[in-house]
């Protein structure tokens, strides 16, 4: 099975930008589709972004279409997640995870393993 390890989050003012990363060991990287979420205080996970296996695919999150980019790397065993232009509304704590389901999917039980999170905060 896969373990997930995310990095990169912090503190940024608005407009900035950040990169995190999720690295994969113990599994098949290559053989999962992979996913962003992120949870605020007192709100439920949600999903931010999907890449298909192969990175030929993605999918957002309508509130950060056109802001964030998520990639992968197959030789790294890593998935980023590009963020620019980020708002206070992005802070929380952000996931990666993996899926063995071949389609996209924005279901968080749909994910069979997760990282333990990042915190990202976005001052005004």
């Known amino acids: 099975q896969v373990q997930l390890v995310e990095s990169g989050g912090g503190l940024v003012q608005a407009g900035g930008s950040l990169r995190l990363s999720c690295a994969a060991s113990g599994g098949t990287f290559s053989r999962s589709g992979m996913g962003w979420f992120r949870q605020a205080p007192g709100k439920e996970r949600e999903f931010v972004a999907h890449?298909?296996?192969?990175?030929?695919?993605?999918y957002y999150a309508d509130s950060v279409k056109g802001r964030f980019t998520i990639s992968r790397d197959n030789a790294k065993n890593t998935v980023y997640l590009q963020m620019n232009s980020l708002k206070p509304e992005d802070t929380a704590i952000y996931y990666c995870?993996?899926?063995?389901?071949?389609?996209?999917?924005?279901?968080?039980?749909?994910?069979?393993?997760w990282g333990q999170g990042t915190q990202v905060t976005v001052s005004s």
């Open positions: 890449i298909s296996r192969t990175g030929s695919m993605t």
């Open positions: 995870a993996a899926t063995r389901r071949v389609v996209v999917t924005t279901l968080t039980r749909e994910y069979d393993t």
